[in-house]
């Protein structure tokens, strides 16, 4: 479930509504997943059984959420948690590009990459305070992780 | 035999106390506080960056180096969960619920010099503890079976699932996930891959440092960027400001007791980290307070004990650590593996024939933690210092250290994607007012309780009585049941005025 709609849906309906209903959803997944690794007898436990047994409960639980929370919901507003697409997105990319130039490209690049990209998610931040925060924090990796610990990552690299 | 101990640890201080130990303890506690500081780098990252230096070391010096990175990053740990709220070793999740509260409201150097008086209270009364009580704990830990390790977690977990801030039920729901996370992987006893979905790298297990570096670090990030200009902002941390006032350390005195009390009874059960006994301690001042709503907002109690908890908890976790074999927590694990690597076997005969590592071990925290205060004194500005950045510099920068920190435990680029995924998920998970660190609790307990429930069942036939039949685990489970009904009489007895005024709750819970 993204978490964008997940925020369209709360402008519409409550909070503890929702979450209940992802609870469900969340054990009754894993209910489905748990018979699958066969649950087996009380005595002789199978692997799905302590997962099945959790996703019951989960369910249960997220029933009651639901069902509950109504009342008490109301009252609760949602402010100033509206969703903030450009952090998000920012700091989202920024990670998944620490793990793309880690593989293709090494240490210097994915620094860069994550620093900066993630830097541009604050409104405040123009692209040569992130070009500065980036190759500041890229001298500091370079001396304390790849001189100082030896870190494992090469600097350069191109796939396994 | 107390004699007897008394010699042993006059020798452990002579073994300590070398120059040669001794510099490396130095070194060891140093790197340590200044990795611990660093965000998104805890003590599981430092010690397993710094355990291949380790390989060519004598064993003596490399385990009392280690064990100094170790409580030097975890005092670093807690620096950063006060003043950053970013828990980079799991049991500061808790210390994160009222210091980071303590840091807005300016009384961050208090919380820090609560915590530095905290942990060497309870660092002591641990070590003094370990002197007496080794031999002696070693029997009553060979008592515990299946049912007995079960019951003790299900506390744990109702605690931990019941103390969070917001609904109980909610609470316990994300203990539930959290233990649904501790199932991924490969099953123990079948060898099957669980919600593994093809993924190889998830049969080793979900990586704690990525789900708790997720859950806290960049779910806090996605919360708080656009939102928040300098996390210390007019923070000032001096070493006058580290003293906290009287009233605060009177209102500290007796958590800090009752949190070293608790850290001291749960580390002589293997098997139970110190992250269930942080949350147990929080939990037992949360509950006997008569102002429980201060919790969670900067109650300096919901500091000193959990953090008294923690460091009484690592000290006796050493005992069944190095005597039992059994690791209480994954750092215990690290520090498990390195002592194999130097040929030395855990288990009741170390005491006996490795009486130099043990007994020098034991020695040398007691002097690790007095390098530990003497280092912080002068430092505590530069850490400080840390803090005076804007918040839009400071994230980056910290998503980086996450990113390189996570990337180290395993050299693995995977899990830098679960950091990812979980930051994600706990940031749903906050914006619908469910509280994250119980799933970390869930987690960290997860493999533990399912293997004793099935070990228990498998010898009861699959009778549920065993765990009322036995004493000491029906003793447990009685804990647990009244806690469930008076949480449950007292949330329906609170809810009743508290409708009519329910307010919107911070981001973390």
Redesign the interface.
């Known amino acids: 479930m993204s978490a964008g709609s997940a925020r369209r849906i709360l402008s519409n309906y409550n909070k503890d509504f929702c979450g209940g209903a992802l609870l469900i959803l969340i054990g009754l997944a894993v209910v489905y997943r748990g018979v699958a690794y066969n649950i087996g007898t009380m005595a002789e436990m199978g692997p799905g059984f302590f997962p099945a047994m959790l996703g019951v409960l989960l369910t249960l639980i997220g029933a009651v959420v639901a069902l509950t929370g109504n009342a008490a919901a109301l009252a609760t507003k949602t402010k100033g948690s509206r969703l903030d697409f450009r952090g998000w997105g920012c700091i989202t990319v920024g990670i998944i590009a620490f793990i793309a130039f880690g593989k293709y490209g090494g240490l210097i690049p994915a620094t860069f990459a994550v620093v900066f990209i993630s830097a541009m998610g604050d409104r405040n931040n123009t692209i040569t305070r992130a070009l500065l925060l980036s190759i500041g924090m890229l001298v500091l990796c370079l001396i304390v992780f790849w001189w100082g610990l030896h870190i494992q990552f090469p600097l350069f690299a191109w796939g396994e | 035999m107390i004699y007897q101990s008394l010699i042993d640890l006059w020798h452990g201080f002579g073994v300590a106390l070398a120059p040669h130990n001794l510099l490396w303890s130095f070194v060891g506690v140093l790197i340590g506080n200044l990795i611990g500081v660093l965000p998104g780098m805890g003590a599981l990252s430092a010690i397993s ?2 355990l ?1 230096l380790t390989y060519t070391m004598q064993p003596v010096p490399a385990i009392l180096m280690l064990a100094g990175i170790f409580y030097g990053s975890q005092y670093g740990g807690a620096i950063g969960a006060i003043l950053l709220n970013l828990p980079c070793h799991p049991p500061h999740a808790v210390t994160c619920l009222d210091g980071y509260p303590m840091t807005k409201q300016g009384r961050g150097g208090a919380a820090l010099g609560i915590t530095m008086i905290a942990s060497f209270f309870a660092a002591s009364v641990g070590i003094i503890v370990m002197i007496f009580a080794s031999p002696l704990l070693v029997d009553v830990a060979f008592k515990f079976g299946p049912a007995e390790i079960f019951s003790i977690m299900l506390l744990g977990l109702v605690c931990g699932g019941t103390l969070s801030r917001g ?1 109980a ?2 609470g ?2 994300m203990t ?2 959290g ?2 996370l501790g ?1 991924v992987g490969t ?1 123990v ?2 060898g ?1 891959a ?2 593994t979905f093809g993924i190889p790298e998830l049969q080793d297990k979900v990586e704690l440092v990525a789900l708790a570096l997720g859950l806290f670090g ?1 779910t806090e ?2 919360r708080s ?3 928040l200009d300098a996390v210390g902002s007019g923070v000032k941390v001096r070493l006058r400001d580290m003293r906290p006032n009287n009233a605060e350390l009177k209102s500290a005195f007796f958590p800090m007791i009752r949190g070293t009390a608790i850290g001291t009874l749960f580390g002589a059960m293997p098997g139970t980290g110190p992250t269930i006994t942080t949350f147990l301690a929080y939990a037992l001042e949360r509950r006997i307070s008569k102002t429980p709503d201060r919790f969670g907002k900067g109650a300096i109690e919901g500091v000193a004990s959990p953090e008294a908890a923690s460091h009484s908890k690592t000290q006796v976790d050493f005992i069944p650590t190095m005597t039992l074999g059994i690791p209480g927590d994954p750092v215990m694990a690290l520090i498990l593996g390195a002592l194999l690597i130097q040929g030395i076997q855990p288990g009741p005969q170390l005491i006996t024939e490795h009486a130099d590592i043990f007994w020098g071990l034991v020695a040398s925290f007691w002097i690790g933690n007095i390098l530990l205060v003497i280092l912080n004194v002068p430092l505590i500005g530069l850490w400080v210092k840390l803090l005076q950045i804007p ?3 400071l ?3 910290a ?2 250290f996450i ?2 920190g996570v ?2 435990t395993n ?1 693995s ?1 995977f899990e ?2 679960e ?2 995924a979980f ?2 998920a706990g ?3 906050v ?4 509280p994250v660190a119980p799933i970390l609790l869930g987690f960290v307990l997860g493999r533990i309780v ?1 293997e004793n ?2 070990r228990a ?2 010898l ?5 009585t065993i765990f009322v039949e036995r004493p000491i685990s029906a003793c447990f489970l009685a804990i647990s049941a009244l806690l469930i009904v008076g949480i449950l009489f007292w949330t329906v007895r609170r ?1 009743r005025f508290i ?2 005024r ?1 307010k ?1 709750s911070g ?1 973390s819970a």
Request: proline share 4%.
């Open positions: 960056m710094l291949p609904s039920l909610k316990v729901a539930i996930v233990l649904m199932s099953d006893n079948s099957l669980r919600f960049v990030f996605l960027v656009n939102r918040y839009r510099y994230y980056p920068a998503l980086f990113c390189v990337y180290s050299n680029l830098v994607g950091v990812l930051g994600l940031a749903v998970f914006s619908l007012e469910f399912e429930f099935r069942l498998l009861s036939h699959g009778s549920l809810s409708t009519s329910r919107f981001p």
